[in-house]
């Protein structure tokens, strides 16, 4: 399984708490949580790197990708954030962390705004196992209890998830629902929403223990779905069924349809 690790790699080389809580930025916090996982192969890419670190090459060989993003999703790339999506249709998994909630790839595969309320207060955070037989949630205590996080409230709106995992309680009395997954083509899609970036929470092993869940959850061993964005004619001669033209045609046997 190819795992690829994306950070946008920015509160790191600009803020010192946050390059004091990940010494070798979130995207290495990340990558431990594979560290004794024989069957993950993994690999990091930042923002600064030519074409983002996910050119067509990289993205090809990757099984899962792991996204995490706050201030800069505005600096990536359309053409590679739909160069991502092609890859989700055609099978690669997608794990979605925190305040990537925003950024442009997850929300132009919910196509909703994503929004959600917020507050930075520090305050302890009930993370809920609400689907105890999920594989995401597998080996994990009812509840993981973290000290010091974002609140994140409801409403989020995003589609109506495919499966709830987690639900979140804070102190200040908000809820959130904080483990989602969805699915687009051929591609699983996890959002998981613990990780301020001021905050130890990728130290968690919980939650590194989650992601790693993710992960295998999110892989497709399947070859990759290639004519994801094909629309073929397919000819009445070629039915799997014998049968006749019978009324008019606007095309003719094996012409494009209209784009």
Known sequence: MKILIWNENEHEMSNALVRRLYPDGIHGALAAAFKDDGSASVSTATLAEPEHGLTEEKLRNTDVLIWW???????????????????????????????????????????????????????VERLWVINRN?????????????????????????????????????????????GVT???GAGRIFYFRPGHE?????????????????AHWAHNPLPAWRTVNDAP???????????????????EDGEAGYR
């Open 69 to 123: 993003g706050h201030k800069a999703h505005g600096k990536v790339s359309d053409e590679i954030v739909a160069r991502v999506q092609q890859r989700v249709w055609e099978g690669m998994g997608l794990i979605v962390l925190h305040s990537g909630h925003f950024s442009k790839i997850f929300r132009v595969l919910m196509g909703t705004p994503c929004s959600l309320s917020w507050r930075e207060a520090g305050e």
């Open 134 to 178: 999920h594989p995401i949630a597998a080996g994990l205590p009812p509840f993981i209890e973290i000290q010091h996080e974002e609140m994140y409230g409801e409403p989020f709106t995003i589609p109506e998830p495919m499966e709830t995992v987690f639900v979140s309680w804070f102190e200040g009395g908000e809820v959130f629902r904080s």
């Open 182 to 184: 969805f699915q687009r």
């Open 198 to 214: 001021a905050y130890p929470t990728y130290h968690n092993l919980q939650i590194l223990q989650i992601i790693r869940n993710a």
């Open 233 to 251: 004619n397919v000819p009445h001669g070629q039915a799997p069924v014998p049968l006749q033209v019978k009324g008019p045609r606007l095309h």
